[in-house]
């Protein structure tokens, strides 16, 4: 049961409501047999036990409808919602064949683990159907039986803890069941650790490598084999032949879950096995695990060591191992001069969507867009970029050594082209919530406007002058205030000085003060209310004002101040007392000698002198590059096709239908079926001939006779056979079908020319080779939309979190949203403009239209999508049209899946508008619902009424991690928020942080020594859907950079380009080191590997596509005498080699480098030839 307010409650009715509406139309259109299936394929879930029954039930259709489902909601409330025990007492239940009877034991054992690992997974992803390939019984040396369980890759989408359950799972049944436990030979521990090291070293760097010792202590444990299938090509290289293991090849199931699931999970095993292990028999996992988590605590103990400076937050250099060219980097590992950390969430941040001001992305030529990945220092490993106005803009030198602040875009504008370096990056708001997921120190938060608006706040007296508005100045807490009014409310409130006028006095030393004291204290003021400093150029003294990030101008080589900053710098020396008091500090200073720890800083000094406190708004900082660009586009299988029909070879290069058609046929393998009434066979459910309903039909392996029978001659038949089809009477049936005669966009070789290009696949993949019908491929290549592997129409977005929005930032009309439900904003006033803040229900999402990249403008692609349904409901289905949209106003309220990648598992949600940027904008909890969060994660939507019709089972290719992965077996109608991803608990939803929070952060404290509200407290009530808070207004989430440039520059030469010249001149990175580290850590790595594989490639005939290991000594191909071509080119493996050489040229590598750059450019030279050097003549020259 769903806890949440009425309005909640009425909008989820309604959601379900128009989904059954949906269900119903797309059941009619199945009715017709025109597809694999005559029912929608999709189960609908309410709760997490019909979505884990439904899940399972792709691979044991037996327990449909056992009670599964209503026995976990039983259990749920029981226990609660996640309790590992309802998981266990599933796979007891199933063991006790309590919901289906299985008469092998074994079998029941599998369907035990499965249902168990369904439930601990959420009824989510694919892993309890492709990551768990099964179990097999075993012999042990006394000749007792064994169980062993096999893994495959897509385990990995489970997660450690769940993998490791997985193992628990597996042995509780063993024991329920009778069977002995594992006796490892020696040769298997060998066997483990070997595999272990090779798939970390050779295949993929798994998160947790146990030690050897690790190993042995697991597996003379564990009362199960691990076991899986080979995900690698690579074999292992000793160990080959032992006996029960059946592949020498490496198995990456078992090495994921060995290491990061047994292994790495160990304590938290631990942990949620403590509360019931005795009362299910599980007593020897408590010791074992006790055992080896002080046995891993042995042999690390003393490999942390502490900061000998004593720096509680240290550099972290992680995110900087994978740099990439073309992708640049930002800032070095806690650089003063990177992106500042400040705390707070805006309505479009929060689970790893972090806030920047828009003019950041400006000055970094445009590579950070709405949407884009960041790689990051801390608090975790990636963050999206969100806009977010009003925090502190770069501060940038120009050409003729001026210094100023870029907050705003006008400014930008002004400056863009003589901006010659950037001093300071600017802010980044992260809320609270992510250092609490991380588990990361909360670091000093700099002193901010909203800190000092709570100071403020807690200083204003009734008795103070009325000259200044200070209920004004709190509600406008982030706009900027005069120096004079600053100073006055710090003299009579004694809040510390606005942040906006104070400078970055952490970064100078008291020595380097001293200098600014000296140069400051030369010029006389005569009328301190109209001051302007000038001061003589000085090399020393002017680094030290841009380190201090003070704005100020060159003229006629004086270094000039505007008149607030003049104030701001003579206050904060002391000017009132002639600079005496200061200069006597610096005496006191010099000549008596005391202690490093007691002496002062240069903050400290500057309070003893300035007639207000000043704050320290240095902070810290976060080191950043480049990750992901932006995505949003409709998703293309490879070729493009419009429909899941085969061409074969009579499709030509492009596996075109045109093709197809002039050849006349096509042959390749197609799924068989049998039309009674016209006594032959055909491909389709549905005659063509005479339009009855036709019957699966199979023929024999070995007499090739047709059947209806499973097996014949002793075999089983097949469901499929290789034929040839008249694949022009099928086109222009198709035609006829959909009254396209007379239409001359289409094609036939009665009507009119071929129609734009419309492309099947090469051959299908299924296991029956079921084809879709023809007219489904002609409707979407005339309405320009692409088919996915499983029968739909995919659109990928980058995800973006969102909480509230303006009806103008998501162009969706007043009306519209009103009757949509979205009645009062959140001041509960009634919606009547385009300004009012509203916020987001829980299964709202608001897609991507971006115009300056057509692929991205998704509001066409489902316009689109909308009109291909329509004909094909009309003119295929025979059913009235269900969309009739003419603008994007009709399209909100349309119903969609949200689907990410590795799941299984739907989402029910709804598009309300289009945004400008790249970003698909979706509620924090729906984000977690599909497992995922936005730190350059992208998910998948379909139209709901798309998947009901065009999704089948059937389509699905028949191999291990597509078969049941990402694809929507099953949709959640109502997001419930026990059975979403629990990073997005940790979530705040505060209005403001408290003014103890920000005091609290100076210490470096763990984020659960504070109490903020977070999605965690509110979890069980109706607050949990509604009432949340943002801390940082945003004036329009439109507002920035919507395409990163990395998109636009066509060429890698010219994507280099531009991140070297951002290197040069960004202040908080080296271009020698960052050049050294694109051509280490990619082009290096890409040419060293591509000369690899240009050593053993294939060959491919240019005409068949016939693939050879070597060239025949023909020169032609065998099968059909056509040209060999290479498939991998010498303009692979030597694109990047000039490029790497002018990089380490022109920026001075170290000589390691450059001289290995050297060494492997005579390897390819000795490979492919030097080109031959030309004499020229002088007058080449002139």
């Given amino acids: 049961m769903i806890v949440a307010s009425d309005l909640i409650n009425k909008y989820f009715e309604e959601l379900e409501l128009k989904s059954l509406k949906e269900f119903e139309i797309a059941s009619k259109a199945r009715a017709k047999?025109?597809?694999?299936?005559?029912?929608?394929?999709?189960?609908?879930?309410?709760?997490?036990?019909?979505?884990?029954?439904?899940?399972?039930?792709?691979?044991?259709?037996?327990?449909?409808?056992?009670?599964?489902?209503?026995?976990?909601?039983?259990?749920?409330?029981?226990?609660?919602?996640?309790?590992?025990?309802?998981?266990?007492?599933?796979c007891k239940e199933c063991a006790e064949q309590k919901f289906v009877k299985i008469p092998e034991k074994i079998k029941i054992l599998e369907l035990s683990v499965r249902i168990g690992l369904a439930y601990m997974t959420q009824g989510t992803v694919s892993a309890p159907l492709e990551g768990m390939i099964g179990v097999k019984e075993k012999d042990r040396a006394d000749g007792k039986k064994y169980v062993a369980i096999y893994y495959a890759g897509p385990i990995r989408a489970a997660g450690g803890t769940a993998e490791a359950i997985s193992v628990v799972l597996a042995d509780y049944a063993r024991k329920l069941l009778g069977y002995a436990s594992y006796d490892p030979t020696k040769d298997e521990i060998k066997r483990y650790y070997h595999e272990l090291e090779l798939y970390n070293d050779r295949v993929s760097r798994l998160q947790y490598f146990p030690s050897e010792e690790e190993t042995e202590l697991l597996i003379n444990f564990l009362p199960i084999e691990l076991n899986g299938t080979p995900t690698s090509k690579k074999e292992?290289?000793?160990?080959?032949?032992?006996?029960?293991?059946?592949?020498?090849?490496?198995?990456?199931?078992?090495?994921?879950?060995?290491?990061?699931?047994?292994?790495?999970?160990?304590?938290?095993?631990?942990?949620?096995?403590?509360?019931?292990?005795?009362?299910?028999?599980?007593?020897?996992?408590?010791?074992?695990?006790?055992?080896?988590?002080?046995f891993q605590k042995k042999i690390y103990s003393g490999s942390k060591k502490e900061n000998s400076d004593g720096v509680k937050v240290a550099p972290n250099f992680k995110y900087l191992?994978?740099?990439?060219?073309?992708?640049?980097?930002?800032?070095?590992?806690?650089?003063?001069?990177?992106?500042r950390i400040r705390y707070g969430r805006t309505r479009v941040s929060g689970v790893e969507g972090y806030g920047f001001n828009p003019t950041t992305s400006y000055i970094l030529n445009n590579f950070l867009a709405i949407g884009t990945q960041l790689a990051i220092e801390r608090p975790g490993k990636g963050c999206t970029i969100t806009t977010c106005e009003v925090m502190r803009g770069p501060v940038v030198k120009l050409d003729d050594g001026s210094v100023l602040r870029v907050d705003d875009y006008e400014?930008?504008?002004?400056?863009?082209?003589?901006?010659?370096?950037?001093?300071?990056?600017?802010?980044?708001?992260?809320?609270?919530?992510?250092?609490?997921?991380?588990?990361?120190?909360?670091?000093?938060?700099?002193?901010?406007?909203?800190?000092?608006?709570?100071?403020?706040?807690?200083?204003?007296k009734e008795t103070l002058s009325n000259?200044?508005?200070?209920?004004?100045?709190?509600?406008?807490?982030?706009?900027?205030?005069?120096?004079?009014?600053?100073?006055?409310?710090?003299?009579?409130?004694?809040?510390?000085?606005?942040?906006?006028?104070?400078?970055?006095?952490?970064?100078?030393?008291?020595?380097?003060?001293?200098?600014?004291?000296?140069?400051?204290?030369?010029?006389?003021?005569?009328?301190?209310?109209?001051?302007?400093?000038?001061?003589?150029?000085?090399?020393?003294?002017?680094?030290?004002?841009?380190?201090?990030?003070?704005?100020?101008?060159?003229?006629?080589?004086?270094?000039?101040?505007?008149?607030?900053?003049?104030?701001?710098?003579?206050?904060?020396?002391?000017?009132?007392?002639?600079?005496?008091?200061?200069?006597?500090?610096?005496?006191?200073?010099?000549t008596i000698i005391i202690s490093e720890e007691k002496a002062l800083t240069t903050l400290e000094i500057i309070n003893k002198v300035a007639p207000f406190e000043i704050r320290d708004v240095t902070g810290y900082t976060m080191g950043a590059r480049m990750g992901r660009p932006e995505k949003a586009k409709?998703?293309?299988?490879?070729?493009?096709?419009?429909?899941?029909?085969?061409?074969?070879?009579?499709?030509?290069?492009?596996?075109?239908?045109?093709?197809?058609?002039?050849?006349?046929?096509?042959?390749?393998?197609?799924?068989?079926?049998?039309?009674?009434k016209c006594n032959l066979t055909t491909v389709f459910g549905v005659c063509d001939k005479c339009g009855s309903k036709t019957k699966n039909w199979s023929v024999c392996k070995v007499c090739k006779n047709y059947t209806s029978d499973k097996e014949h001659c002793n075999t089983k038949t097949a469901q499929y056979d290789n034929r040839v089809v008249d694949v022009v009477f099928l086109i222009d049936k198709a035609l006829e079908n959909l009254r396209c005669k007379k239409n001359k966009e289409t094609f036939g070789q009665k009507y009119c020319v071929l129609p734009p290009l419309m492309k099947g696949v090469k051959g299908t993949s299924n296991e029956r080779h079921v084809a879709e019908r023809l007219e489904k491929g002609i409707l979407r290549a005339l309405n320009k939309v692409y088919v996915n592997k499983d029968g739909t129409i995919r659109m990928d977005v980058t995800e973006l979190p969102l909480t509230h929005f303006k009806p103008c930032e998501i162009g969706t009309s007043i009306q519209k949203l009103k009757f949509l439900g979205y009645e009062k904003d959140i001041e509960g006033k009634e919606l009547e403009n385009e300004n009012q803040i509203l916020e987001l229900k829980p299964q709202d999402i608001v897609l991507p239209a971006c115009k300056e990249l057509a692929d991205s403008d998704l509001s066409k692609v489902v316009m689109n999508i909308t009109k291909f349904l329509d004909e094909l409901l009309e003119k295929m289905y025979g059913l009235p049209k269900y969309y009739n949209a003419k603008n994007c106003d009709d399209l909100a309220g349309t119903l969609c899946i949200?689907?990410?990648?590795?799941?299984?598992?739907?989402?029910?949600?709804?598009?309300?508008?289009?945004?400008?940027?790249?970003?698909?904008?979706?509620?924090?909890?729906?984000?977690?619902a599909t497992r995922r969060d936005c730190d350059g994660d992208e998910v998948g939507f379909m139209l709901l009424l798309d998947a009901f019709i065009n999704f089948s089972h059937e389509y699905l290719p028949n191999l291990r991690g597509t078969k049941n992965m990402d694809c929507p077996l099953v949709l959640a109608l109502a997001l419930d928020t026990s059975v979403v991803d629990d990073e997005v608990y940790n979530m705040d939803l505060v209005w403001e942080y408290s003014k103890k929070f920000y005091y609290e952060t100076q210490k470096f404290p763990f984020p659960t020594e504070i109490n903020v509200g977070i999605i965690e407290n509110v979890l069980e009530k109706p607050e949990q859907y509604e009432n949340y808070g943002f801390t940082h207004p945003v004036k329009n989430f439109n507002d920035g950079v919507t395409v990163s440039s990395y998109k636009l520059?066509?060429?890698?030469?010219?994507?280099?380009?531009?991140?070297?010249?951002?290197?040069?001149?960004?202040?908080?990175?080296?271009?020698?080191?960052?050049?050294?580290?694109?051509?280490?850590?990619?082009?290096?790595?890409?040419?060293?590997?591509?000369?690899?594989k240009f050593s053993q490639q294939k060959f491919r005939c240019v005409s068949c596509n016939e693939k050879y290991r070597r060239i025949p000594l023909l020169g032609k191909c065998l099968l059909c005498n056509g040209d060999i071509l290479l498939t991998i080119h010498e303009g692979s493996v030597v694109k990047y080699v000039e490029q790497s050489l002018e990089l380490a040229r022109k920026y001075t590598v170290q000589p390691y480098l450059m001289q290995s750059l050297e060494l492997l450019k005579m390897r390819i030279d000795s490979v492919f030839g030097k080109e031959k050097e030309k004499q020229q003549s002088l007058s080449t020259f002139f």
């Fill in 467 to 590: 000259t200044i508005d200070y209920d004004e100045i709190l509600k406008n807490k982030f706009e900027k205030i005069s120096y004079e009014t600053a100073k006055q409310i710090s003299i009579q409130t004694g809040t510390p000085l606005h942040p906006y006028h104070t400078f970055f006095w952490k970064l100078i030393t008291p020595q380097e003060l001293k200098t600014l004291v000296n140069h400051i204290s030369n010029k006389r003021v005569k009328n301190f209310e109209n001051v302007q400093l000038v001061v003589d150029f000085e090399i020393e003294f002017k680094k030290i004002l841009e380190n201090l990030l003070i704005p100020h101008k060159m003229i006629l080589n004086n270094i000039t101040f505007d008149v607030e900053t003049s104030k701001s710098i003579l206050d904060s020396l002391g000017y009132e007392e002639s600079f005496e008091k200061i200069n006597n500090i610096f005496q006191e200073q010099r």
């Fill in 634 to 676: 409709m998703r293309k299988m490879k070729s493009s096709p419009h429909i899941l029909f085969p061409v074969s070879e009579q499709g030509g290069r492009l596996r075109s239908l045109n093709a197809a058609y002039e050849e006349g046929y096509v042959k390749t393998s197609f799924s068989l079926y049998f039309c009674e």
């Fill in 898 to 928: 949200a689907l990410a990648p590795h799941t299984s598992a739907g989402t029910l949600t709804r598009i309300i508008g289009f945004t400008k940027t790249q970003g698909g904008l979706a509620h924090p909890l729906l984000h977690a």
């Fill in 411 to 460: 400014t930008y504008e002004n400056v863009k082209k003589r901006i010659k370096e950037i001093l300071f990056l600017g802010d980044v708001l992260i809320n609270y919530g992510a250092f609490l997921e991380h588990k990361h120190l909360l670091v000093p938060s700099p002193f901010v406007e909203e800190w000092w608006a709570l100071e403020l706040k807690n200083n204003i």
């Fill in 321 to 339: 191992r994978d740099a990439i060219g073309g992708r640049p980097i930002l800032s070095f590992p806690s650089h003063p001069h990177g992106f």
């Fill in 236 to 294: 292992v290289i000793l160990y080959k032949e032992v006996g029960r293991v059946e592949t020498s090849k490496i198995r990456g199931g078992m090495c994921l879950v060995l290491g990061e699931g047994v292994a790495q999970k160990s304590k938290k095993l631990l942990g949620g096995l403590k509360k019931f292990a005795n009362d299910f028999e599980l007593g020897h996992w408590l010791k074992f695990l006790e055992e080896f988590i002080t």
């Fill in 33 to 90: 047999n025109y597809d694999p299936k005559p029912i929608v394929e999709i189960s609908l879930a309410r709760n997490i036990g019909e979505r884990v029954e439904g899940l399972v039930s792709a691979v044991h259709p037996e327990i449909k409808g056992t009670g599964i489902a209503e026995r976990i909601v039983e259990l749920e409330k029981k226990y609660e919602p996640g309790d590992w025990r309802v998981g266990f007492t599933l």
């Fill in 1049 to 1092: 520059l066509p060429t890698m030469a010219e994507k280099v380009e531009k991140q070297m010249d951002i290197a040069v001149r960004i202040k908080a990175i080296d271009s020698s080191k960052v050049a050294s580290l694109v051509i280490e850590r990619h082009f290096l790595r890409d040419i060293k590997g591509n000369l690899r």
